[in-house]
């Protein structure tokens, strides 16, 4: 069964709750979108039932659309939409049309449950990291772009998915 996340922004203006089946926050994406909206270290997402998002404080939500390529004759818009506390700037969740039963929260705006631990973080967009940004400590798996799985098959292969 899917598990409630209820989460929040840093100020309070907008809480949020949806139901998810990939709760665990195991892929830290180092691109350099998500080091830029997320902070220096990257962000991690969860994957979440588009249709069960509820929240309060709509009126705080914006909405950035990243750009790709930037500064290059291929530059261009992106389809995912990056949701945000239009107050305090925290990143809620992200949500792109071409996936619309998903939804991927990022983990640090979920207050509760208490998120597992994975025994691996799987860290990402290497070929993105300023050599500035360190890896965390602890046992991990890296890749140079987008590793092998999905949010489903990683959690569906580690016996964690909420089905």
């Known amino acids: ?73 291929e530059e261009h818009i992106a389809s995912s939409e990056r949701n945000f506390c239009k107050k305090c700037s925290s990143m809620l969740w992200l949500y792109d049309e071409t996936w619309p039963e998903y939804l991927h929260p990022f983990a640090s705006a979920i207050d509760s449950p208490e998120l597992d631990i994975p025994d691996t973080l799987v860290c990402i967009k290497l070929n993105s990291k300023p050599a500035y940004v360190r890896l965390p400590e602890g046992n991990k798996v890296t890749y140079e772009d987008y590793g092998p799985e999905t949010l489903e098959s990683w959690h569906k292969k580690n016996n964690l998915y909420k089905a």
């Open 1 to 73: 069964m899917p598990v409630e996340l209820k989460g929040s922004c840093h100020c309070g203006a907008v809480k949020f709750s949806v139901q998810s089946s990939t709760p665990v926050p195991y892929q830290l994406c180092l691109c350099s979108i998500c080091r830029k909206v997320g902070g220096v270290g990257g962000s991690i997402n969860l994957g979440a039932h588009s249709k069960t998002l509820k929240v309060e404080g709509k009126e705080n939500v914006g909405i950035y659309k990243a750009v790709l390529d930037r500064d290059t004759p």
